[in-house]
């Protein structure tokens, strides 16, 4: 891709953390996508392993790498802020320690983008991998309505591994967005972003993402982020009274839109995702119940 100078700078943020063994692979893909206008911004959470020296070899190498490394560990939420606050581009993404995008994945979302002002954010198709084997595809879903609110209600009612969290956005909405220590804390980032505008999914740029890392499970992040442990037995619970308190009052993303659709959105979204976790302990159920009523059996058959 051919780059004049009016083009402008995008920043790509990699929040690490002891993750020496994949982050190389990370860095590249960032470094070599085919749109060369970007920096890249790395904060490295006080890490005990090899990522100091691995990021500092990629910054002396290539001036667009930016290396900040913490004194001590910030946690997950305030390492998140801290490449957003030091980007300079128009645009921002996040990008997970151990996960990789494709060549085209800047350059097709900027693209859309600069073409649309109603755009807030784009990704690419969301591939999980384990040990570097692919295990699935993650959901793809666009929100294309003029509605902010149903936007906002479609957003919750599909979200499962949220790959959007690391699409190109317009940093001038991204920096109105409160990052929180709470459960399910890139969900509601992404349903601020979908209140602002419209978000697309593309299908011709992937984002390839390693499982246990920065798609680590809800009991990981309770503990990674000193939550109480409710939040990760009912995590959907927990982010359903977050939304609602959110969307209704608790935060400036929301504020510029009238209460009385603040709190038809709020409630709407309250129970979709209570609907979300009884659907999905009612699904628990009929497994377990299942495999002992088959257990059961099995046993009976048994010889004497």
Not at 102 to 118: C, E, F, I, M, T
Not at 257 to 275: H, K, N, S
């Amino acid at each position: 891709m051919t780059i004049t100078g009016t083009e402008p700078l995008v920043s790509i943020g990699i929040p690490t953390f002891n993750r020496a063994s994949l982050l190389r692979l990370t860095i590249e893909a960032a470094l070599r996508q085919d749109y060369r206008n970007i920096e890249v911004i790395i904060s490295d959470n006080a890490s005990t392993d090899a990522t100091q020296e691995i990021c500092q070899s990629y910054a002396t190498a290539d001036p667009r790498m930016k290396y900040f490394r913490q004194e001590k560990n910030l946690g997950m939420a305030a390492n998140f802020g801290i490449v957003l606050k030091e980007a300079r581009g128009r645009f921002f993404m996040w990008l997970g320690d151990d996960d990789r995008i494709d060549p085209n994945y800047v350059g097709s979302a900027l693209q859309v983008l600069k073409q649309d002002g109603a755009v807030s954010l784009v990704s690419g198709t969301p591939r999980y991998y384990r040990n570097g084997i692919k295990v699935r595809d993650g959901e793809i879903f666009n929100l294309l309505s003029e509605s902010w609110q149903l936007r906002v209600i479609s957003y919750y009612w599909h979200v499962r591994d949220n790959g959007h969290l690391y699409g190109l956005m317009r940093i001038s909405h991204a920096r109105q967005v409160p990052i929180k220590v709470t459960m399910g804390n890139d969900w509601l980032i992404v349903a601020r972003m979908a209140a602002f505008g419209k978000i697309i999914m593309l299908n011709q740029s992937s984002l390839h993402r390693e499982l246990g890392g920065a798609s680590a499970s809800y009991g990981h992040i309770v503990k990674s982020c000193g939550l109480p442990a409710i939040q990760g037995i009912f995590p959907l619970a927990s982010i359903a009274f977050c939304a609602l308190s959110e969307i209704i009052y608790n935060d400036p993303s929301y504020r510029s839109y009238p209460l009385g659709q603040r709190l038809l959105v709020g409630i709407t979204v309250f129970f979709v995702l209570l609907l979300k976790t009884i659907s999905k302990l009612f699904s628990l159920k009929i497994i377990v119940t299942g495999f002992m009523m088959k257990h059961s059996f099995q046993k009976k058959k048994e010889p004497a």
